[in-house]
């Protein structure tokens, strides 16, 4: 049974930063894809940033140049927020891509205050 589990999260100012960190549990495969998605209020689910076993990341135009995806180990990912505006606000929910099935964290809420 594969399980994610987050940490990080929380307040913020405009302009500051925070950290996020997701760890799977169970059988993963060698070449996985993890990655973050937010969910703001009156907005559409979406793609905040996501990487392969290799390194590749993808980035929502948004968060290009302020948010940086990593690759901890094989089963951690996190992602440093930096610069965090107002708009980034929302509940963060890690994403595991384990061989074409899906698996979702319970979701962290980032709040930032303009």
């Known amino acids: 049974q594969v399980q994610l589990a987050e940490s990080g999260g929380g307040k913020a100012q405009a302009g500051g930063s925070l950290r996020l960190s997701c760890t799977a549990s169970g059988g993963l495969v060698t070449n996985n894809v993890m990655g973050w998605y937010r969910q703001a209020s009156g907005k559409q689910f979406e793609l905040v940033a996501d990487?392969?076993?290799?390194?590749?990341a993808n980035y929502a135009d948004s968060v290009k140049g302020r948010f940086t995806i990593s690759r901890d180990s094989a089963k951690t990912v996190s992602l440093q927020m930096n610069n965090l505006k107002h708009e980034n606000t929302g509940v963060y929910y890690c994403?595991?891509?384990?061989?074409?099935?899906?698996?979702w964290g319970k979701g962290t809420l980032v709040t930032v205050s303009s």
């Open positions: 994403n595991l891509n384990n061989d074409g099935l899906q698996y």
């Open positions: 990487t392969g076993s290799g390194g590749r």
